[in-house]
């Protein structure tokens, strides 16, 4: 059965990176797009951006341009999102989402169970 | 301020039926399919609908979508206690090249 399986919790101070892994199983890993949202506390889920993990390839949502870096490792099917220079306005829940095929038939079928980064100093 | 639009909550006592609203525009409900995700506290959001108006296998019927011009509904039948949780709304972006969310509504049962 598809399964992805997220990093856990992370505490970090401001200015600092985070790195956090999404890996899958049960399908072929470079077969459909991974995308990364993040749910703030008590707030919606806003989409960070995407990558190609066939090709590496990657869009992100012009918020978070220059501070964002999506990689993968296909040998061992994950997925990785880096967010740098922290604030306390990351602090957030961080969820992969693997991107449905066709991408018009919809969006997410399957997501990580997320992973709760806490920017603190 | 989400793209979507969605009332910030909603409500229904057990066996009730609610409607769930989300209002976009051309670039992304008009031209796109909605999808709608339920998130229980601390957990993954659960894909609900996709393609406007279809269900993943084992998602009750009691769930169903539609759409029109630039608005969807989520609407949920025959009410049960454990469909308290957040309700999203998703939907492609054309010029954000990207998904956009709504707001969420919070369903209570009552």
């Known amino acids: 059965q598809v399964q992805l399986v997220q990093s856990g919790a992370e505490v970090k101070k401001p200015g600092a990176s985070v790195k956090v892994s999404c890996k899958a199983s049960?399908?072929?890993?470079?077969?459909?797009?991974m995308h990364w949202v993040r749910q703030a506390p008590g707030q919606g889920l806003e989409w960070m951006g995407w990558?190609?993990?066939?090709?590496?390839?990657?869009h992100y949502a012009q918020k978070f341009q220059g501070r964002v870096t999506m990689t993968r490792d296909t040998s061992i099917s994950t997925a990785y999102m880096e967010l740098s220079g922290l604030i306390s306005d990351d602090t957030a829940v961080y969820y992969c989402?693997?991107?449905?095929?066709?991408?018009?038939?919809?969006?997410?079928?399957?997501w990580g169970q997320g992973a709760l980064v806490t920017v603190s100093s | 301020q989400s793209v979507l639009t969605q009332p910030p909550s909603a409500s229904g006592t057990p066996g009730q039926r609610v409607t769930i609203s989300c209002s976009g525009s051309s670039s992304n409900i008009g031209g796109n399919t909605v999808n709608w995700y339920q998130v229980l506290p601390g957990t993954a959001p659960k894909l609900l609908i996709y393609s406007n108006d279809l269900r993943p296998s084992g998602v009750p019927d009691r769930f169903s979508g539609s759409k029109s011009g630039t608005s969807a509904s989520l609407a949920i039948s025959g009410l049960q206690s454990d469909d308290e949780a957040d309700y999203y709304c998703a939907v492609w972006d054309d010029s954000l090249n990207g998904p956009v969310f709504g707001g969420g509504t919070k369903l209570t049962v009552l």
């Open positions: 990558i190609n993990p066939n090709s590496g390839g990657t």
């Open positions: 049960g399908y072929t890993f470079t077969g459909y797009y």
């Open positions: 989402g693997r991107r449905m095929v066709p991408a018009t038939s919809g969006l997410y079928d399957y």
